[in-house]
């Protein structure tokens, strides 16, 4: 941003509570950091496609610029969720930030997602990303080696984008990296799927298969008590009807319990709050 635009935001909108950022170039950290503690109201805060060159940041001496108090919401997709995260953490106390999306989950970052979400702590009740990533020492790995969502004991919500993503990616995440990332919170009350397919025998994948079994013995695991939904939202030119009646199959102890639900679309974490 330039200077006279990024004056303008920084004197004006007072009272603004909500916030989202797109498509947007900073010279550092620090200029973005300035930009949202000049909104004491904020309760909801997005990036997306956010840049800068510099990631040094210094804390504010003016106590009035320190994080908005009111924060609850944070999207953090297509920027360097780092220096984010680590600037929240540098600070004595945290807002109480209910709902997180992180995107697609990078290895670079998942130490500091770790970091964060451990400093959360029971304050964290909803959780949205993704992995693109499911090699050795990719995203998927590294997430579940720096990030132990135990820490979260009011978890209530898991949002997986791309679990099942075939439709122009061709590969799914639904392997072991997904029941060992939900197995550490015992808390969830729903899970939900992103799932971009072409076809229905997408769903049963010959390359990197799926294991259903494993995942309806997990969704049905005595330590989740008060799991009640497994949502499924569905992307793609493929019959909502034909994918529902698969999946039903592929996961007969859950659809038992009545626990699976259906939907078209992608929706954003936002639209749950």
């Not at 695991?221 to 497994?230: V, Y």
Request: hydrophobic share 40%.
């Amino acid at each position: 941003m330039n200077p006279s635009t990024t004056s303008g935001f920084l004197v004006g909108f007072q009272a603004l509570t909500h916030l989202e950022l797109w498509a947007a170039q900073f010279d550092s950290v620090s200029q973005l950091v300035q930009l949202v503690c000049s909104k004491p109201l904020l309760q909801i805060l997005g990036f997306d496609d956010i840049a800068w060159a510099d990631p040094s940041f210094e804390i504010p001496n003016n106590p009035s610029q320190f994080v908005p108090g009111a924060l609850r919401s944070l999207r953090l997709s297509n920027c360097y969720k780092r220096d984010i995260l680590d600037w929240l953490v540098s600070h004595d106390s945290l807002p109480p930030i209910h709902h997180i999306q992180l995107g697609s989950v990078y290895p670079e970052d998942t130490q500091s997602i770790g970091h964060f979400l451990q400093r959360l702590g029971p304050e964290l009740f909803t959780l949205q990303l993704e992995f693109s990533s499911l090699d050795a020492g990719g995203d998927a790995e590294e997430f579940c080696a720096h990030v132990d969502l135990a820490h979260n004991p009011a978890l209530q919500a898991i949002r997986l984008d791309k679990f099942i993503h075939y439709s122009q990616y061709q590969f799914s995440s639904a392997v072991a990296w997904i029941p060992e990332l939900i197995s550490q919170t015992r808390s969830l009350k729903e899970v939900s799927f992103g799932v971009a397919i072409r076809d229905v025998e997408e769903l049963h994948p010959q390359e990197d298969p799926i294991d259903w079994d494993a995942l309806d013995n997990l969704f049905c695991d005595p330590q989740f008590p008060d799991l009640r939904a497994l949502r499924f939202w569905i992307s793609g030119n493929v019959e909502l009807d034909a994918v529902a009646r698969v999946v039903t199959r592929s996961l007969p102890r859950s659809s038992q319990r009545r626990m699976l639900r259906f939907y078209r679309g992608t929706p954003r974490l936002f639209d749950w709050i």
